[in-house]
């Protein structure tokens, strides 16, 4: 009985996995925002996704990280204070096995926000 739970267990993991990477999100691009302004991250994948600042990298949101919902989206205010530059920003399926959904996006494992003077 043991083995068949096991079996059964493993491949629920794997579809699981398999639904998670069949999508796409636009927190792996380039994105441009002023101070004060608003910028929107979207997916289409079946998992949440986690946004959060790349490794050695300042925040820039004022929040530790961003939840974007399920085959949803999510609009992020940047803080008027926020200082101007180059921000790299890591992403990662919301669930205990992470997961990269920028695949392999060299560097940070996601994707850039630029932000610039008001």
């Known amino acids: 009985m043991r083995k068949y739970l096991f079996v059964f267990l493993m491949f629920f993991a794997l579809a699981c996995i398999a639904q998670a990477q069949s999508g796409s999100t636009n927190a792996c691009s380039e994105t441009d925002v002023i101070q004060g302004g608003t910028l929107t ?6 998992i949440a996704i986690v946004v959060f600042p790349a490794p050695g990298t300042t925040g820039f949101l004022g929040q ?3 939840i974007i919902p399920p085959n949803g989206s999510v609009t992020v205010n940047v803080p008027v204070n926020a ?22 996006v060299p560097g940070n494992g996601g994707g850039t926000v630029k932000v610039k003077g008001s």
């Open 83 to 104: 200082a101007p530059g180059t921000y790299n920003i890591s992403a990662s399926f919301y669930t205990s096995t992470g997961g990269n959904p920028c695949g392999n």
């Open 64 to 66: 530790s990280q961003v």
């Open 41 to 46: 991250w979207s997916s289409t994948y079946s």
